[in-house]
């Protein structure tokens, strides 16, 4: 029966067949009579690939959405992946079926960064315990409350003095602003904040930014469709080489901190995870959670989360800022106004409406997200009619939210008034979805918006923004440097004195 196949050319032949077929069925699933969301025809192997541009995913998969609807498929190579796209979409997966869509992708990149261990990738009870925690130990050490305020506004101190030195004169923001952010995020893990021209922690933080910058690049993607590229693949050996690093150096402060420990003094989250520890060992507990591996990368997560997207919102909140000197002048006003030269406190936020409404429009305009961290469904869930299957990788398109034009009057442009009434007073916005939403919402959504404002209030009360001389607000650039998070292009701005 297989005399046919004697010769190699015929056996490959006769391989590539059966794979195409096999990967013709995974496709068109012909198990299931079940509608499932509509989507470009895949082809084998590649999916849809030739449709996507993995550059700019998330801008792709929100024009597919505008032909497909709200709930859509398509297949990332052999990987099928169901997009919502749209607020009311998004929102109602998220929170009115939390579970069914709460569950965290682990694509091969995120496996290699923590190994399911940790907070962000990390599913079932090892991440119930982990965020629960995580969260527990952030607000006893005051997240969003007066406490974390006392560091970000001596952070606050330190970033001014950084930008003084340039003397009105145009530089490159990306560094202190990252170092600032960064050292909010230490003084709550390891009670203690760093300096800026330390080595160890600039190589640190550069580490951290660009984890996360080639986590999103497109070789990466590819990467997780096809792991056995990985090894040919620079962005991916660069990704490991930093996170090895990175892991290396947050063992070393651990262990710095363990050596000192006083279980009768907690300074920080490293110290209340290994008091937990050892209250857990020493009553005979039992430990299931409380080990190294969690404790090194719930540290490494909080860092990477911590760090990137706050100074992202902050930089392209001074990019706006130099783009639309109007807005900026009214916001110098407002703040002249009610607070005068002292500190900007958390409290002056409710005086502050239009500034406040200045900074949520740089947390929607910003997109620091855009395809938020993919999802997974943890069970078999009909949604809007469709058939979804359990373990299917789910994106909250939330660049489809942030712009979606049902909601937002003039969704691509720089509009407070978004924020604002007829009197000018702040509202709400439910459709600002930042920071999504549901069981995997963002665990640091109040220190980050604490940080945020503060940062940005006090640098806009010492500092009027501007592009270099010789350039206008025109030809600042807006177009984002794509990695997981968006992130400013590296551009110079002016930070002048105010009078
Ligand atoms: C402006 C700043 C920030 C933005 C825009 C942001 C946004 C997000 C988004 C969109 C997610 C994914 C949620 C999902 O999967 O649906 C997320 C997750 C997360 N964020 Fe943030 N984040 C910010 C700052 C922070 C900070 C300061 C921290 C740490 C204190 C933090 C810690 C986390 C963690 C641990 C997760 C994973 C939650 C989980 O998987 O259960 N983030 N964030």
New binding site residues.
Partial sequence: MFEGLQSPISFWLFGVIIVLLVLHFLYSDFSSKRLEPPGPRPVPLFGNLFQVDLKWLDKSLFDLSKKYGPVFQVYLGPKKVVVLAGYKTVKQALMNHAVEFGN?EITPAFYDLTKSHG??FSNGDN?KEM?RF?LKV?KDFGMGKKMSEEIIIKECSHLIEEFEHFQGKPFLNTKPINYATSNV?SALLFGRRFDYKDPVFQAMVRRENEIIRLTGSASVWIYNFFPWLGPLLKNWRDLITNVEDNKAEARKIIAELKESLDPEVCRCYVDAFLIHKKHLEDSGMKNVYYHDDNLLYSVT??LE??ND??AN?LKWGLLHMAKNPHIQHRVQEELSTVVGSRQVQIEDRKNLPYTDAVVHEIQRLSN??PI??P?ATSTDVTFQGYFIRKGTTVI?L?TSVLYDESEWESPHSFNPSHFLDEEGKFIRRDALL???AGR?????ES??KME?FLFFTSLLQRFRFTPPPGLSEDELDLTPVVGFSLCPRPQKLCAVQRK
């Avoid at 995997?440 to 640091?444: E, I, M, P």
């Fill in positions: 965290r907070i962000i991440w965020r995580g952030l995020i997560n909080l989360a911590g997207t706050t919102t620091i997200f938020s961290l999802h909250p939330l930042s920071f999504s995997r919402a963002c665990l640091g220190l980050a945020v």
